[in-house]
């Protein structure tokens, strides 16, 4: 697994991090010219589906670090503006 001051070259850099932060649950992708936060877990993606956003507005992937994007996925969960 890639340090978090690391740049990523693949989602699945970030990914890993986010596996072990949250079992599994969250992941991080790409749509056009920017990303967001979605999961396969039905109660998690109930819970996203109530948020205001998961998206990051960035179109390249190693503009931030991983620990960068970590911190920018933990923004959007727990933000209580984002409800």
Excluded: R
Excluded at 34 to 58: C, H, K, Q, W
């Amino acid at each position: 697994m890639k340090q978090l001051t690391s740049y990523p070259k693949t989602l699945k850099d970030i990914n890993e991090h986010l596996d072990k932060l949250y079992n599994g649950k969250i992941k991080l992708t790409k749509g056009s010219g920017y990303f967001y936060v979605y999961s396969d877990d039905e109660e998690t993606g109930l819970f996203l589906s109530n948020l205001f956003t998961t998206s990051i507005y960035t179109y390249k992937l190693s503009l931030s670090t991983i620990g960068e994007w970590i911190d920018a996925v933990k923004n959007i969960l727990n933000n209580p503006n984002n409800s």
